[in-house]
């Protein structure tokens, strides 16, 4: 069977998004939902909330990508899901809607890990975007997002190595708890981001957590911990004035600990070939520091558009379609897990 183009559904966390992919990651149509403005009251994602969300907005959503691709359902060669990791009541509405538009349809269904689509954004190209011509494997891929940090070197579809991941919270989980902090609404990454452009990175003296470990690993708890103290040393009119030197300090902090380990592994591994995906990947001082970083190192760096980085269903059709064309499929089986599966990536042995 030829697998030429895909629906797909995402709905891990508190993005409802659906998709219409062709295999050579031609994007047809994305669309997504935010909740953000749902959450914001509660300072983070509220998983009850969340599914309830989806469940409303999910098949309006399907619809309007059909609508919009002027698809119709029999153009589609298989169905692709986030059925993991993330929150499992939200995994549910997706993996149940797929599941019944492929049995409806009779068309095939695959399963995909959430991590999974993020390593493989940087092959998505639309109209406005092309792909970039020497994205080749293999290649590091440094996945940053609310709930998730990890180093993967990238060996071919279906083979990625995890060389390291957070000990403790994730760098958007980082950004978002600091920004709580300093009184900024969720989620706060680009508002610190925003705030810092004015401040001085070096007013204040903050952790670069594990950098002296000889792994690959991240942990952002205790800058969390010393920018919570420093935060709470000052009066409420200094926390305002101090603000942006305050976002500054803290950012150059995440930004330093993400490149030291990223720069380690490339130069220990010798690969020229670096991604950027996930949410904070959109963080400009990030993409200032690591696109300085690989011209002075001769490294390709890839960071796909902001809309491919955080989450979308655009991914998830491209690396499900990838595992179609190899034969593989899921059936009414498939179940939603909020961890990943053992055999989805290979942990590294260095
Ligand atoms: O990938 P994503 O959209 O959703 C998941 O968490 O899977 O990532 C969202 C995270 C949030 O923590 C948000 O604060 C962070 O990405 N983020 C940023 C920026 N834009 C989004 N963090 C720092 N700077 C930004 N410009
Ligand atoms: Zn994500």
């Given at each position: 069977?030829?697998?030429?183009y895909?629906l797909?559904?995402?709905?891990?966390?508190?993005?409802?998004?659906?998709a219409i992919?062709?295999?050579?990651?031609?994007?047809v149509e994305?669309?997504?939902?935010?909740?953000?403005?749902?959450?914001?009251?509660?300072?983070?994602?509220?998983?009850?909330?969340?599914?309830?969300?989806?469940?409303?907005?999910?098949?309006?959503?399907?619809?309007?990508?059909?609508?919009?691709s002027?698809f119709?359902?029999?153009?589609?060669?298989?169905?692709?899901?986030?059925?993991?990791?993330?929150?499992?009541?939200?995994?549910?509405?997706?993996?149940?809607?797929?599941?019944?538009?492929?049995?409806?349809?009779?068309?095939?269904?695959?399963?995909?890990?959430?991590?999974?689509?993020?390593?493989?954004?940087?092959?998505?190209?639309?109209?406005?975007?092309?792909?970039?011509?020497?994205?080749?494997?293999?290649?590091?891929?440094?996945?940053?997002?609310?709930?998730?940090?990890?180093?993967?070197?990238?060996?071919?579809?279906?083979?990625?190595?995890?060389?390291?991941?957070?000990?403790?919270?994730?760098?958007?989980?980082?950004?978002?708890?600091?920004?709580?902090?300093?009184?900024?609404?969720?989620?706060?990454?680009?508002?610190?981001?925003?705030?810092?452009?004015?401040?001085?990175?070096?007013?204040?003296?903050?952790?670069?957590?594990?950098?002296?470990?000889?792994?690959?690993?991240?942990?952002?708890?205790?800058?969390?911990?010393?920018?919570?103290?420093?935060?709470?040393?000052?009066?409420?009119?200094?926390?305002?004035?101090?603000?942006?030197?305050?976002?500054?300090?803290?950012?150059?902090?995440?930004?330093?600990?993400?490149?030291?380990?990223?720069?380690?592994?490339?130069?220990?591994?010798?690969?020229?070939?670096?991604?950027?995906?996930?949410?904070?990947?959109?963080?400009?001082?990030?993409?200032?520091?690591?696109?300085?970083?690989?011209?002075?190192?001769?490294?390709?760096?890839?960071?796909?558009?902001?809309?491919?980085?955080?989450?979308?269903?655009?991914?998830?059709?491209?690396?499900?379609?990838?595992?179609?064309?190899?034969?593989?499929?899921?059936?009414?089986?498939?179940?939603?897990?909020?961890?990943?599966?053992?055999?989805?990536?290979?942990?590294?042995?260095?």
């Amino acid at each position: 069977m030829s697998f030429e183009y895909v629906l797909a559904i995402e709905t891990s966390c508190d993005d409802t998004s659906v998709a219409i992919v062709r295999q050579d990651g031609y994007v047809v149509e994305c669309l997504a939902a935010n909740q953000d403005l749902v959450h914001q009251p509660f300072g983070g994602v509220v998983p009850e909330i969340a599914s309830r969300n989806h469940t409303l907005q999910i098949l309006p959503l399907v619809e309007k990508v059909l609508e919009k691709s002027e698809f119709t359902i029999d153009k589609i060669d298989g169905l692709a899901v986030t059925s993991r990791p993330g929150l499992i009541g939200s995994l549910l509405v997706g993996v149940v809607t797929a599941k019944t538009l492929a049995l409806i349809h009779d068309r095939p269904l695959i399963g995909v890990n959430h991590l999974e689509a993020h390593l493989l954004a940087p092959f998505l190209y639309d109209d406005e975007f092309s792909k970039p011509q020497d994205l080749k494997f293999p290649y590091l891929a440094l996945a940053i997002s609310g709930g998730h940090t990890q180093l993967y070197l990238v060996h071919d579809f279906g083979q990625y190595e995890v060389l390291g991941r957070t000990v403790d919270d994730a760098a958007g989980e980082a950004f978002d708890k600091f920004a709580k902090r300093l009184g900024l609404s969720f989620p706060g990454g680009v508002q610190v981001d925003r705030l810092a452009k004015d401040g001085d990175k070096n007013k204040y003296a903050l952790p670069r957590t594990m950098v002296h470990e000889d792994s690959y690993n991240f942990s952002f708890s205790g800058l969390k911990s010393a920018a919570t103290r420093l935060v709470d040393s000052l009066s409420d009119s200094e926390r305002l004035s101090e603000r942006a030197h305050l976002c500054a300090s803290f950012q150059e902090a995440v930004v330093e600990s993400l490149m030291y380990k990223l720069n380690k592994a490339a130069q220990e591994l010798s690969i020229s070939r670096v991604v950027l995906t996930g949410g904070v990947s959109a963080n400009s001082r990030l993409r200032e520091v690591s696109e300085a970083w690989a011209k002075k190192n001769k490294i390709t760096l890839f960071v796909p558009p902001i809309r491919y980085c955080t989450d979308n269903a655009a991914m998830v059709g491209f690396a499900g379609v990838q595992r179609l064309i190899k034969g593989e499929s899921s059936d009414q089986n498939l179940s939603a897990s909020a961890s990943s599966l053992p055999s989805d990536f290979k942990e590294a042995s260095r």
